[in-house]
């Protein structure tokens, strides 16, 4: 059983094994760490394309904003594209975090934790790049979000427990069954586009009045917790909204029954990672 | 591996346990077909077909802190998997194993290293992989760079190293993690000869600290040298435990493949009026021999056939061990020559006690004329023995030197 004590041992390990996801991800390219940012940034020029141009969406998100006109849809696209292409990029790379390193786990010991940490820790130092750039790009454009600060930081951290919670569920189970990596590849498209990410959550009030079971179809809708997630960086940092507390509340909860019940699966299957890896 | 010139044996008192090893058991499982994918598993219930295979079959006994303890036995007698369990990368299925310290294992030299990141940066991420701080890495940086030998290429990427350079590197690191307990698997033998060296200085260093080795090992020349203490394992079990020397002895002893007196793919030539039938190796009671034990009383006995009366006949040998190196040639022109041989008979060439150290050997045999100019047989590989540890018990090379050590203040 992994104690306390060892993982405290392992910080370093977990610092370094980030920097070298960190550092062999973007070498010997050209762009470098601007890649990070290239990719949501295309995607986001994409979607207002396709949305915006094509379809001549009313996008325009509606609400306590400033913000209006063509600049108005990317930058409400980025303020949820990033923060999903954190969990997209964070499962991916958990699935293969224990079959990529197999080499690892099976000729050294160390609580084999670390490896989704350090997977979601590299993900998150971008992702605060990201986030910081765009930040900058609202506050040109004049939204001043910068009150929500210490909040953002705290919804961030909890996502990123989120994340490594799936991590550990999904690298587990990749072990065993490799079917895992390809599930989640559709199970992934399927959630984005039952997350707010792309569309405005307003844009869902048609079907609120619609059921199943006798519950409404939005609060099906709202039990995803990216959906929580996605609405409060979207009530914050475009906005500029304290968030719902039962969507935080909500958040926290899914959070961190999502690292229990990762962990939980991780620790039953972890005894025979070596040898069926 | 080259010698360990420390000799000197810890006395088996007054020593804790560095690791106790407690009823332990592993089960692996052979897949007929493996469910690794959903698919796979859902057609069959959920049920893969497999064997169970016990690696480790309740083994129990206790390492005492210092010194270096081995570990040997057959492929697939588990040794391999004890060490494993001990490093903690499996997990038994029944028992449990404690250690008490630190404990860092050389399973594999340089696991972990990423291609792309240069040799300092690997040096502190394969560091950190084996429980070493930042502060540690720091302090012992040079060292291990230095024992490595690689001060110019610590900046390259070490997707750029020669084989050697990257498991020096590997090596340099794991052993630098100065464990409490080291476990080393079969990796011995990386780098050249000075590198070898080094390795050897390092292990007795670490031995002298009173650290305690455990060793992995085919070779029991290297368990003989080193280990102050071994276990034997077979089929998952212990077989047992105690001095190298002995232990080996009984090992071999057990272990060795039957030598059945068959063709090695030997040639023959020569005229043919006089032939070699057969060459045997007796040992000291006269009884026809496959092995013998080094040191021992032997004779070499050869079967010779000839048509009509051969004149002066020279018989000869040469022993040659089964790598090819020429251990020794000798024949009986200067000694005895008979004035003639006729029909059946053999020649026998007695050996007090047998020079050549443990090893397999090959007899090559052939009968001359006495100017040495008409070869009437030539046979190479005629027989095939073994010798076996004996008096000295450890020797190297091809044939133990005889003599006497004496020692004067």
């Not at chain 1, 949820?80 to 997209?88: I, R, T, V």
């Not at chain 1, 690892?104 to 490896?115: D, G, H, S």
């Not at chain 1, 969507?247 to 972890?270: I, Q």
């Not at chain 2, 240069?118 to 930042?134: A, F, H, P």
């Amino acid at each position: 059983m992994t104690t306390l004590a060892e993982y405290r041992a392992s910080r370093e390990l977990l610092g370094n094994l980030t920097q070298r996801e960190l550092r062999g991800k973007y070498k010997r390219s050209a762009l470098g760490w601007a890649w990070s940012l290239i990719n949501p940034l295309a995607l986001a020029l994409m979607f207002t394309f396709v949305f915006g141009v094509v379809f001549q969406a009313r996008l325009a998100p509606v609400g306590n904003t400033d913000l209006e006109g063509i600049t108005a849809y990317p930058l409400f696209l980025l303020c949820g594209l990033l923060p999903w292409a954190f969990l997209a990029n964070g499962v991916n790379g958990g699935i293969g975090a224990l079959v990529a390193n197999s080499n690892l786990v099976k000729k050294v010991y160390f609580p084999r934790e670390i490896l989704l940490g350090a997977n979601t820790l590299a993900l998150l130092v971008s992702l605060l790049i990201e986030m910081s750039v765009l930040g900058v790009a609202l506050l040109l454009f004049g939204n001043i979000w910068l009150q929500f600060l210490p909040l953002i930081l705290v919804v961030i951290a909890l996502q990123s427990v989120f994340v490594t919670g799936i991590g550990l569920l999904l690298s587990a189970l990749n072990v065993y069954f490799r079917d895992v990596q390809h599930f989640v590849g559709i199970g992934l498209q399927l959630w984005f586009y039952a997350t707010p990410v792309i569309y405005p959550i307003t844009l869902l009030d048609n079907i609120a009045d619609r059921e199943f079971l006798g519950i409404s179809l939005l609060t099906f809708y709202k039990l995803n917790p990216m959906t929580a997630f996605v609405e409060m960086y979207h009530q914050m940092l475009f906005f500029l909204q304290w968030p719902d507390w039962e969507l935080f509340l909500y958040a926290t909860f899914c959070s961190f029954a999502m690292l229990a019940f990762g962990l939980y699966v991780f620790k039953k299957l972890e005894p025979r990672f070596a040898e069926e890896l | 591996m080259t010698a360990l010139v420390s000799t000197a044996r810890t006395a088996g008192k007054d020593r804790g346990t560095a690791v106790r090893v407690e009823g332990v058991s592993k089960r692996f499982r052979l897949y007929q077909e493996r469910n690794q994918t959903l698919k796979a598993a859902m057609m069959r219930g959920g049920r893969a077909t497999y064997e169970d295979f016990w690696a480790l079959r309740d083994v129990s006994f206790e390492i005492p802190t210092g010194g270096v303890f081995g570990l040997i036995g057959q492929n697939g007698s588990g040794k391999s998997t004890l060490l494993k369990c001990m490093a903690r990368i499996l997990t038994p299925d029944e028992g449990r194993i404690t250690v008490d310290g630190k404990i860092s294992a050389l399973l594999e030299l340089g696991a972990g290293f990423h291609q792309e990141l240069s040799g300092r940066e690997n040096v502190y991420l394969n560091g950190s992989i084996l429980g070493l701080t930042r502060k540690e890495i720091d302090r012992k940086f040079d060292e291990i760079v230095d024992f490595a030998g690689l001060d110019h290429f610590i900046d390259t990427p070490v997707k750029n190293y020669s084989s050697g350079m990257y498991v020096r590197l590997g090596f340099s690191v794991a052993i630098n993690v100065d464990p409490d307990v080291l476990l080393v698997d079969e990796v011995l033998a990386v780098g050249d000869e000075a590198f070898q060296r080094k390795c050897d200085e390092k292990f007795a260093d670490l031995r002298d600290a009173g650290k305690t080795i455990v060793v992995v090992s085919h070779s029991l020349s290297t368990v003989r040298t080193m280990c102050d203490e071994a276990a034997w394992l077979e089929h998952g079990v212990v077989k047992e435990i105690g001095v190298p020397g002995l232990l080996i002895e009984k090992y071999v002893e057990n272990t060795h493949v039957e030598r059945v007196a068959a063709e090695h793919g030997g040639s023959q030539w020569g005229s043919g009026e006089a032939r070699v039938e057969k060459v045997e190796l007796l040992d000291e009671h006269g009884a026809p021999v496959l092995r013998v034990r080094a040191g021992a009383p032997a004779t070499l006995r050869f079967h010779y056939q000839t048509q009509g009366p051969i004149v002066k006949p020279v018989f000869g040998f040469g022993i040659h061990r089964i790598d090819g190196t020429h251990a020794t040639g000798v024949n009986s022109r200067e000694t005895i020559v008979p004035d003639r041989i006729e029909g059946t008979g053999h020649v026998d060439f007695a050996m007090a006690s047998l020079p050549l150290v443990q090893g397999s050997y090959d007899v090559t045999v052939a009968v001359v004329d006495d100017s040495n100019l008409h070869t009437f047989d030539y046979r190479t590989k005629a027989l095939r023995f073994d010798v076996g540890s004996g008096r000295p018990r450890e020797a190297e090379g091809v044939f133990a030197i005889d003599g006497r050590w004496s020692f004067e203040d």
